[in-house]
């Protein structure tokens, strides 16, 4: 038996073999793990919104006051004047205005990770959308009667306008 003592290392046709194959797994996959991890991101960014909203409406039983989300549509904006960008804000509406006014109490002020934005579509007003639960836990109404849905790329939040039930389904 004629065995080499002390060859321990690769080859450089092993290397190639080893390094071509790799290039060629990351050339094939790279797209589509790319894509996976921006979905995750959505899926992310959809279920943190509708866990908040949730907490809204919990904060409104327990404060016994009006609180709402503010959610700012197709980009940062400075939702509560205090200079930085927040996709969304949770205030307690202390003066009932339905809105969000200086000096109210913020309880969360987020943006979004990467790859995650609400830029497509509500069923509520304008570039800014405003849920604002009531001292009871229910919601205030929509405009249109309609419940409201917040598309976040291939998620949808749907907040029941009759029970305040917030749902999340994929496109």
Known sequence: MNVL???????LLELIVVVTVLGVMLTVGGPNLMNWLEKGRQREA???????????????????????????IGGETDIDGDGGFEDYILFVDSDSNLDYTM????IIDKEWGR???????????????????????????NPNGNDTTITIDDYQVTISNITGRVMVDEN
Do not use: C
């Not at 003592?5 to 080859?11: A, D, E, L, S, V």
């Not at 866990?51 to 989300?69: D, F, H, K, M, P």
């Not at 959308?129 to 001292?135: A, D, S």
């Open 5 to 11: 003592k002390g060859n321990k290392g690769m080859t």
């Open 115 to 141: 790859g995650a934005s609400i830029d497509a579509s509500t069923d509520g007003i304008g570039d800014i959308t405003r849920l604002i639960y009531k001292p009871s836990g229910l919601i205030e109404v």
């Open 103 to 106: 000096g109210e109490q913020v």
């Open 46 to 72: 959809a279920y943190e919104l509708a866990s908040v909203i949730r907490l809204a409406r919990a904060q409104a039983l327990e404060l016994g006051n009006r609180t709402g989300i503010k959610i700012s």
